[in-house]
């Protein structure tokens, strides 16, 4: 009995195990059998043959003598056949694996950078913060007087010129703030036709190529004419005696075999192609690899910041897209952005930064600002105060909770950094919202809404200010929550 179980078990493994076996050797198996088939019915048809060929005892011994050595070189023959179909499978699978290692490890490796810029960026935000916050105020105190510093105006502007770089290191690392909105790829390259020409100069020729009915994508319009103009600035560059920058758009399809042949690892599906060639000097392979590295680039000291395509790339990741680059030397470079496609109707917003407009309100109140960095705390408190707000400072989430349950109702609105040691923001104004339900909150960060960074989900339509803010920014912001 035992046996017949031993039998039954030995049964199931083998029937288990031929579904992988046939998934691995599938070529050379199917080759076998049809061989098999095909020297079955040889053996029965080669017999009857030499029967009737035969007419003595002799003949028919020859003949059967030939089919052998016929049957055993066509087997030899055979055999060669089907190592040599499965060696080149192998061979073919071992180059497709190694591919794919070599692009999981450029991904990898650009991911770790897009963590470390995001992590310097936002400390530098909070920087800036303090640095932008105070020249305002001094400015402000100047200009009630009829004055106002040289050495403070260009330190304003050293600080607006390193919040666009920390905005850039952020769009690398897809933890920008975006405003996405359902769009036509054809009308964001109509509208960066005329200045893309001053860019690049008279000497290249411009040829735009727009699929007539081109499906929609959805992306933060204004992102998307960052991203066009950085690929022109870098096509330019390339072509130093001029040339030729041809921008095209297209609706695709994209099945496994396409998708497969991709240079990144994208779904299969309908998407919008957006194209960016040009008749520059092109790039070798190790360029082309590194391309989308922050602060990497070809040209002299002085010529860039090696941000461009870094920008670039975080842009086009975050909307939802792929990015590719086919280069040689002397043959040019061609850029590939694949955006999902999607079935809505555009939807134009109103352009602006989220609490950079004036308001006439006059509201006051007790504002509870947290928030970890001392310097942006004092600052943000300083700035409510001038404008008659009662700010209540709070060093991390808890303490920020604990002063709530303290002052219970007579706190006007929480304003809260969206990442602290401890309790985050987004957790600090969920359990406020358990007490208090109708309490106002803001969050401010230099991160975008929803990023990782912030823990736990952020709340749905959370009033939102980005680092790093002016103080007119945050009085703003905060009047405009109380408003609603």
């Known amino acids: 009995m035992k046996s017949v179980f031993s039998s039954v078990r030995t049964a199931k493994r083998f029937l288990g195990a031929l579904p992988a076996f046939w998934g691995r050797h599938q070529s050379a198996l199917r080759i076998t059998l049809v061989y098999c088939a095909f020297g079955l019915l040889w053996i029965v048809l080669s017999d009857r043959l030499l029967l009737a060929m035969a007419q003595d005892v002799a003949t028919l011994s020859r003949l059967q003598t030939l089919k052998g050595f016929l049957w055993i070189g066509a087997s030899t023959g055979a055999v060669f056949w089907v190592a040599r179909a499965e060696f080149q499978r192998r061979r073919r699978g071992e180059a497709e694996n190694q591919e794919l290692e070599r692009r999981l490890q450029a991904a990898q490796r650009v991911e770790s950078i897009g963590r470390l810029a995001g992590g310097i960026a936002h400390d530098f935000n909070n920087l800036l913060t303090v640095i932008a916050g105070n020249v305002e105020m001094v400015l402000a105190e100047q200009e009630q007087h009829g004055e106002a510093s040289s050495e403070l105006l260009e330190v304003r502007r050293a600080a607006e010129h390193a919040r666009d770089l920390t905005h850039q290191l952020l769009a690398f690392s897809r933890q920008q703030v975006l405003e996405p909105e359902v769009l036509e790829l054809n009308e964001v390259v109509r509208d960066t036709e005329r200045l893309l020409q001053r860019v690049i100069g008279e000497d290249i020729r411009l040829t735009i190529d727009l699929e007539p009915k081109l499906g929609r994508m959805e992306a933060d319009p204004t992102q998307l004419e960052q991203v066009i103009m950085n690929l022109a600035v870098n096509a330019r560059d390339a072509m130093p005696a001029g040339g030729e920058l041809r921008i095209r758009t297209r609706n695709v399809w994209l099945d496994d075999a396409r998708a497969a042949r991709l240079p990144y690892p994208i779904e299969p599906g309908d998407y919008v192609l957006l194209e960016v060639s040009d008749t520059g000097h092109g790039m070798d392979a190790a360029t082309a690899e590194r391309v989308f590295e922050p602060f990497f680039t070809t040209k002299p000291p002085g010529r860039g910041t090696g941000l461009g395509l870094a920008t670039v790339y975080g842009v086009v990741k975050q909307s939802g897209g792929w990015i590719g680059v086919e280069s040689e030397p002397g043959r040019g470079t061609t850029f590939r952005i694949h955006f999902p496609l999607v079935l809505a109707r555009p939807v134009r917003k109103a352009k602006g930064r989220p609490g950079g407009g004036a308001t006439s309100s006059t509201r006051t109140g007790t504002v509870l600002v947290a928030e970890d960095d001392r310097a942006v705390r004092e600052l943000a408190c300083k700035a409510l105060a001038q404008v008659g707000f009662d700010a209540l400072p709070a060093a991390d989430g808890e303490e920020a909770l604990r002063l709530l349950g303290e002052r219970g109702g007579s706190v006007?609105?929480?304003?809260?950094?969206?990442?602290?040691?401890?309790?985050?923001?987004?957790?600090?104004?969920?359990?406020?919202?358990?007490?208090?339900?109708?309490?106002?909150?803001?969050?401010?960060?230099?991160?975008a809404p929803g990023s990782e960074r912030h823990g736990r989900a952020f709340p749905q339509g959370a009033p939102f200010l980005e680092k790093p803010f002016t103080p007119a920014e945050l009085v703003a912001k905060v009047r405009e929550v109380l408003e609603r």
């Open 412 to 447: 006007a609105i929480l304003v809260t950094d969206a990442v602290m040691p401890g309790l985050g923001g987004a957790e600090v104004v969920r359990r406020a919202r358990e007490r208090w339900p109708d309490l106002p909150c803001l969050l401010m960060s230099g991160y």
